[in-house]
């Protein structure tokens, strides 16, 4: 007889193992079917932002900043540091460490939560009543399993670019690029998008000279316009990260000492020699090998999952969530769809608002915004104020040290509704959660105007902005 489940959620990243854990909370029999093994061959749960996304780039990011601090950050506090020498097997291992304590933190809870951890390839082989049949397989014995109903949370994969073969050793996506064993002395990047500014930040903190290659030719261009030329400056002209913008890049082959990619720039043919090379062009949803053609499962043009509102896919009681469907690809949208869909199968309203999902961009200042942009509302024609007010004359950020960047707060000019909050400061992903809560409570600017703020905080830029925008900042 075939084990049988209220809910078999394939796929255990940030997506899935939340949506486990939240059905089982609701008293529903669940299983999750994970395939992912370490480079030793380890069954792991966790799944990209665990093992290779998330998590170890910002342990890296973290490391990589401790030591740039250290070299040139600590002179103005009068403090002198000679001899500080990065050692990166030890940053690595660091890195191994904390990934392991959260994969190891989720076995804990699929055990406290009494969920079925069902190690292998998951796919749809047909019905089971009004129910599905989940085989689960790849290398060896496989088990069909029954599901009331099927979460799909399969998530994404690295877009690789045709005639550019990844061997993660020297041409590396996101895998190759957390772990490389030595600081590159030239490094390629092709593409200047989130990893591209993260990893490509590690790796010149620690002495990498690092060139990106970015095809748009425009810089960030899903951030808002002035918080993308902040940080260009920032990024370009301070940190000597090399980045060229409206490239097309044509053949890249391997040299003796690493490798060669040519590209197009304004015309002109171009160069670019380094030792180690990263791709980092976006991410395509994981939907090969998933039996969508056995059961009819709807896929688009594109390989996302097709789903509604609320998750649900063409087929009746199978849900699909996170990187594998329409949305941001990020782990935090994943795991809210995750609460959402096991509420739903347990038969409980709930909704994801993904107009209010955070983006944070891990770079040093971070960048983190929620809405909508400047160039976005005039777009739509949406009429607007803007509140604007920089971290250089806030009492904190000069005791810091580091006083880049601004707050933007960008509300309706009729209803004073706030639209969309953008911000670039060393601490950005810790103070967007305040612009979060806002919009999700549909604040008015004058909200958070009113809202008393701790003195001295960084906080205090956000009150600064919002009473900008009926141009009543205190402090300016
Ligand atoms: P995944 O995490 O991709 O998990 C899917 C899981 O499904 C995998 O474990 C896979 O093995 C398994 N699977 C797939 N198919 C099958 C199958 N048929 N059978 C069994 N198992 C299967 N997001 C953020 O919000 N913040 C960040 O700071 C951040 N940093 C990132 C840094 C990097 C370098 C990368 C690459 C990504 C980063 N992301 C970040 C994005 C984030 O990792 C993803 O949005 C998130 O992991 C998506 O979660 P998911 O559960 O949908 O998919
Ligand atoms: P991305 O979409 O952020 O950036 C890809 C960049 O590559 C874009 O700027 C794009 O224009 C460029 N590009 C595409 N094709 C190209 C080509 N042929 N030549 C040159 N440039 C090209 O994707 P990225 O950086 O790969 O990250 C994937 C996703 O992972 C992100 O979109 C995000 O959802 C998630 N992520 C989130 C992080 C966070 O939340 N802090 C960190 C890292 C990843």
Known sequence: MAQAFDVVVIGAGPAGYISAIRAAQLGLATACVEEWRNPAGEPKLGGTCLNVGCIPSKALLESSEQYEHTLTGLGDHGVTVTGAKMDVAKMLARKEAVVTKMTKGIETLFRKNKIAWLKGHGRFVGRAGAGWQIEVGGGGASEVV????????????????????VDNEIVCDNVGALAFPAVPQRLGVIGAGVIGLELGSVWRRLGAQVTLLEALPSFLAAADESVAKEAWKLFTKKQGLDIRLGV???????????VRVDYELDGKAEKLDCDR????????PNTDGLGAEAVGLKIDARGFVEVDDHCRSNLPNVYAIGDVVRGPMLA?????????????????????????????????????????????????????????????????????????????????????????????????????????????????????????????????????????????????
């Open 277 to 284: 090379l990263v791709v980092s062009v976006g991410r395509v």
């Open 332 to 476: 935090h949208k994943g795991e809210e769809e995750g609460v959402m869909v096991a509420e739903l199968i347990a038969g409980q309203k709930a909704h994801v608002n993904l107009e209010t999902i955070p983006w944070v961009i891990y770079t040093s200042p971070e960048i983190a915004w929620v809405g909508k942009t400047e160039q976005q509302l005039k777009s739509d024609g949406t009429p607007y104020r803007v509140g604007q007010f920089p971290f250089s004359i806030n009492g904190r950020a000069l005791g810091h040290g580091d006083t880049s960047g601004f707050v933007k707060m960008l509300a309706h000019q009729r209803t004073d509704e706030i639209l969309g909050v953008h911000i670039i400061n060393t601490h950005a992903s810790e103070l967007i959660a305040e612009a979060v809560v806002a919009m999700e409570f549909r604040a008015a600017s004058e909200d958070i105007a009113r809202i008393v703020h701790a003195h001295p905080s960084l906080s205090e830029v956000m009150h600064e902005a919002a009473l900008a925008v009926d141009k009543r900042a205190l402090n300016m």
């Open 146 to 165: 029954e599901a009331r109903a099927v979460v799909i949370a399969t998530g994404s994969k690295a877009r690789h670019l045709q005639g550019v073969p």
């Open 248 to 258: 097309k890049i044509g053949k890249v082959e391997a040299t003796k000492k690493g």
